[in-house]
């Protein structure tokens, strides 16, 4: 059973920061994709970024210029800085790790973490 362990959530105002951390074993982090998604209550999950063991990253349009998302390959951990939150932002956040081989991906999931954003 793989484990990706998420920390960093919480209830901050909105134009506030937060940085969420996730840790992963090595033989994940050095091989697989890492991502943070987040569900809203009601909504589906959608992706908010991702990076590659290269360090290209990709982001969704609505938090461009705001998340930044970061790894470190020597504490085998993925970050994501928020800024400038908005009450939208509000979901539970999930660290991903994804692989594919052969057209067949492997995703592996963290528990989540609840970001709140609330004046």
């Known amino acids: 059973q793989v484990q990706l362990v998420e920390s960093g959530g919480g209830l901050v105002q909105p134009g506030g920061s937060l940085r969420l951390s996730c840790a992963a074993p090595t033989n994940i982090f050095s091989v697989y994709t890492m991502g943070w998604y987040r569900q809203a ?46 009450p939208e932002d509000t979901a539970v956040y999930y660290c991903n790790a994804y692989f ?5 991906r492997t995703n592996y999931w963290g528990q989540g973490t609840q970001v709140t954003v609330s004046s």
């Open 41 to 86: 209550s009601g909504k589906q999950r959608e992706l908010v970024a991702t990076i590659t063991t290269g360090g290209i990253t990709n982001y969704a349009d609505s938090v461009k210029g705001r998340f930044t998302i970061s790894r470190d390959n020597a504490k085998n951990t993925v970050y994501l800085q928020m800024n400038s939150l908005k």
């Open 100 to 104: 594919v081989n052969i057209g067949i």
